[in-house]
T-cell receptor, first 113, second 113 residues
Framework: KQEVTQIPAALSVPEGENLVLNCSFTDSAIYNLQWFRQDPGKGLTSLLLIQSSQREQTSGRLNASLDKSSGRSTLYIAASQPGDSATYLC????????????FGRGTSLIVHP | EPEVTQTPSHQVTQMGQEVILRCVPISNHLYFYWYRQILGQKVEFLVSFYNNEISEKSEIFDDQFSVERPDGSNFTLKIRSTKLEDSAMYFCACRGIRNTEAFFGQGTRLTVV
């Protein structure tokens, strides 16, 4: 059974810092990995999707990498802003059989001015 | 940008009552999902739906739950007799055939009292 772990659980940084959020998964036979943002009491907004054949994806100040063999993905946020404050969720979709994503608990990020 | 719409945004119901949560997926998407997130916990998969039938369901999705597409556009989740522990945020998601990215709605917050 796939287990997804996100470290750290919470992070508080001053504005302008570059930061890295980590996601690890136990079963490397994945189809893709998706990073989401969730604002308090709100839904999930897709940030980046990495297919199993890809090593990284970039969107603006966000860069997500994937190392399947080691079961890890990182989300890099450059020049963080207070508006980046949210919970960031990692979801891993298995290959073969079930295509249902397994979510991590998320990293709660606060960027203070 | 196309979006997934969920109604209502918040529902309060008495224990034992039936509730129906509604979702309007993106129009050309064919795979539909329901997830829930109990406050402070992980996003959990409930059920997936394709070609007018359930394709997968989790152990959470017991006989109290049902899904349907009553009119070819709406996708509903019914809870027949709500329990206190059904209180959670319920998310609808969808994806297209070629598009492996899942798009989520903003969620319905269900409070059972």
């Amino acid at each position: 059974k796939q287990e997804v772990t996100q470290i750290p659980a919470a992070l508080s940084v001053p504005e302008g810092e570059n930061l890295v959020l980590n996601c690890s998964f136990t079963d490397s036979a994945i189809y893709n990995l998706q990073w989401f943002r969730q604002d308090p009491g709100k839904g999930l907004t897709s940030l980046l999707l990495i297919q199993s054949s890809q090593r990284e994806q970039t969107s603006g100040r966000l860069n997500a990498s994937l190392d399947k063999s080691s079961g890890r993905s990182t989300l890099y946020i450059a020049a963080s802003q207070p508006g980046d404050s949210a919970t960031y969720l990692c979801a891993v979709r298995a290959s073969g059989g079930s295509y249902i994503p397994t979510f991590g608990r998320g990293t709660s990020l606060i960027v203070h001015p | 940008e196309p979006e997934v719409t969920q109604t209502p945004s918040h529902q309060v119901t008495q224990m034992g009552q039936e509730v129906i949560l509604r979702c309007v997926p993106i129009s050309n998407h064919l795979y539909f999902y329901w997830y829930r997130q109990i406050l402070g916990q992980k996003v959990e998969f409930l059920v997936s739906f394709y070609n007018n039938e359930i394709s997968e369901k989790s152990e959470i999705f017991d006989d109290q739950f049902s899904v349907e597409r009553p009119d070819g556009s709406n996708f509903t989740l019914k809870i027949r007799s709500t329990k206190l522990e059904d209180s959670a945020m319920y998310f609808c998601a969808c994806r297209g055939i070629r598009n492996t990215e899942a798009f989520f709605g903003q969620g319905t917050r269900l409070t059972v009292v």
